[in-house]
C-alpha cells in the first residue's frame, strides 16, 4: 500500500488544541480522521512538527476531515 506525509508546524495548531500536551494532540487527529473520515493513519511528533502517514487512496478523505479540524 502506498502512503502519503502529511506535515504541520506545531506552532501554528489552532488554539482548541493544547500544544503543551502534543500526545493528547495527536491522539485527537488520529480519533477524529477515523471516526469522522473512516481514514487510519499514522501520527507523530518531534519538537517542531505533526506528521501524520495516510493510505494515498484516502488522502483526499483526510484533507477533508483535516481542513474541518482547522489544521489546513
Given at each position: ?50 506528521t501524520i ?20
Amino acid at each position: 500500500m502506498e502512503t502519503s506525509t502529511i506535515r504541520m508546524p506545531i506552532r501554528k495548531l489552532p488554539d482548541h488544541f493544547d500544544r503543551s500536551r502534543i500526545t493528547t494532540v495527536l491522539d485527537e487527529i488520529e480519533s477524529a480522521l477515523m471516526d469522522d473520515g473512516g481514514v487510519y493513519v499514522r501520527a507523530y511528533a518531534d519538537s517542531m512538527t505533526i506528521t501524520i502517514e495516510v493510505p494515498t487512496n484516502q488522502l483526499i478523505d483526510a484533507a477533508t476531515c483535516l481542513k474541518n479540524l482547522d489544521l489546513i
